[in-house]
């Protein structure tokens, strides 16, 4: 199923012309699993991701809504975790669910913005779920910076935005440890994850 969504996102973004372009070497990932930390400007950033970490098995958890659009819903349906927010007890079996999967050696895809944000590129403050998750699960944070799909396809509305072919350029950057951290460092793991992915942004602003 993984193999077969990575085939179908490269088929995708070729059809629609659009260029994934490192900026840096993907960092050695033999480590895994992660916890996977990518900026969110466009719902690009869903499908893009495969191409990404095409060797990198993992699993998006997202809100339930995802579910309601046909392109992305051929990626989330079924193997992906669904969160609904307005129900508690679906945030907790999701959160069990994912340190669940984390065990059996997939990755974990959060958006730590949860959601994107209003003025994208611009990052919205960073939510504690992803971080606490590493924490709780030993596992490293896996900072990612997309700069370009916020361009490249508008999401109001979703399916009648602005979305035209160019290049998307990523970093993938050098994993964050987490071992032997615990729940105090938390703060510390997030802001260094905000730092790490805003960087690139700001340079890439300014310029």
């Not at 893009?48 to 995802?66: C, D, H, N």
């Not at 959160?95 to 999967?101: F, H, Y």
Request: charged share 25%; aromatic share 10%.
């Amino acid at each position: 199923m993984f193999r077969l969504k990575v085939f179908t996102a490269k088929l995708i973004l070729a059809f629609d012309f659009i260029f994934l372009v490192r900026l840096k070497k993907l960092p050695d990932l033999s480590n895994g699993p992660y916890v996977i930390c990518p900026n969110h400007a466009s719902y690009l950033d869903i499908i893009l991701m495969y191409a990404i970490l095409p060797k990198t098995k993992f699993l998006f958890i997202g809100k339930s809504e995802l579910l309601r659009w046909p392109i992305i819903n051929i990626f989330f349906k079924k193997v992906d975790i669904a969160v609904n927010r307005e129900k508690r007890n679906s945030a907790m079996r999701s959160i069990i669910r994912a340190k669940e999967e984390l065990k059996n050696g997939w990755s974990i895809v959060i958006f730590p913005e949860g959601g994107i944000p209003v003025d994208a590129p611009k990052l919205d403050q960073f939510k504690n779920g992803a971080f606490k998750m590493a924490l709780e699960a030993q596992v490293p944070i896996l900072p990612i910076t997309i700069l370009d799909n916020w361009k490249l396809l508008g999401t109001d509305p979703v399916l009648t935005g602005i979305a035209c072919p160019g290049k998307s350029r990523v970093i993938v950057h050098d994993p964050i440890p987490t071992i032997c951290l615990d729940k105090k460092d938390l703060v510390n793991l997030r802001q260094q994850t905000f730092e790490t992915i805003n960087q690139p942004l700001k340079e890439n602003l300014i310029s």
